[in-house]
């Protein structure tokens, strides 16, 4: 199975301030020209929401200063400037066999 | 609006049986693949399971695997998930969603329906 770590864990962001987490997988995502990793948001007390999909694709509605970059087996998600509405549990997934990563939690300092 | 409305959430006994709904509107379900993801509590994703849009493939994370059935009602609209031999480990909030590709890229998820597996 593939394996997905995120990193950090937790997160404290000062508003306006950017922000990064890091996924790695156990192999690599890179199939037919596609990265098979999606980026999720748990806003707290909420359902899963899609911000990125085959890895720097925006989901429909996504605010531009979320996006998402890598190949292969490392990949980040980067916020430009955190807002009050970003905080949440944010995940990874592969998209070959459907794993998530832990999950990283960014909140407001 | 397209949406996805999950119902059939309880408490069972281990061992017992429990049948979770998911009715779609916005869009028909035969045309895409559908998933079941699951939250246990203070836990991280675990995806369970998922159907093509055409109905003829099936596929189960290995924990669930043997238990739990994927099915889906076109006349309906609505996809299902039969779980049997239920386990404590099977509690969780139960997410449908829809899915863009086979099987990634999970565009449109419910509020969730919660499972307890307790005596």
């Known amino acids: 199975d593939i394996v997905m770590t995120q990193s950090p864990l937790s997160l404290p962001v000062t508003p306006g301030e950017p922000a990064s987490i890091s996924c790695r997988s156990s192999q690599s995502l890179l199939h037919n020209g596609n990265n098979f990793l999606d980026w999720y948001l748990q806003k707290p007390g909420k359902s899963p929401q899609l911000l990125i999909y085959?890895?720097?694709n925006r989901a429909s509605g996504v605010p531009d200063r979320f996006s998402g970059s890598g190949s292969g087996t490392d990949f980040t998600l980067k916020i430009s400037r955190v807002e009050a509405e970003d905080v949440g549990v944010y995940y990874c997934?592969?998209?070959?066999?459907?794993?998530f990563g832990q999950g990283t939690k960014l909140e407001i300092k | 609006e397209v949406q996805v409305v999950e119902s059939g959430g309880g408490l069972v006994q281990p061992g017992g049986s429990l049948r979770l709904s998911c009715a779609a509107s916005g869009f028909t379900v035969s045309n895409y693949a559908m998933t079941w993801v699951r939250q246990g509590p203070g836990k991280g994703l675990e995806w369970v399971s998922g159907i093509r849009g055409s109905g003829d493939t099936t596929v189960y994370a290995d924990s669930v695997k043997g238990r739990f059935t994927i099915s889906r009602d076109n006349s309906k609209n609505t996809l299902y998930l039969q779980m049997d031999s239920l386990r404590a480990e099977d509690t969780a909030v139960y997410y449908c969603?829809?899915?863009?590709?086979?099987?990634?890229?999970?565009?449109?998820w419910g509020q969730g329906t919660m499972v307890i597996v307790s005596s």
């Open positions: 969603a829809k899915a863009q590709q086979w099987l990634y890229t999970f565009d449109i």
């Open positions: 997934m592969q998209g070959l066999g459907r794993t």
């Open positions: 085959l890895g720097s």
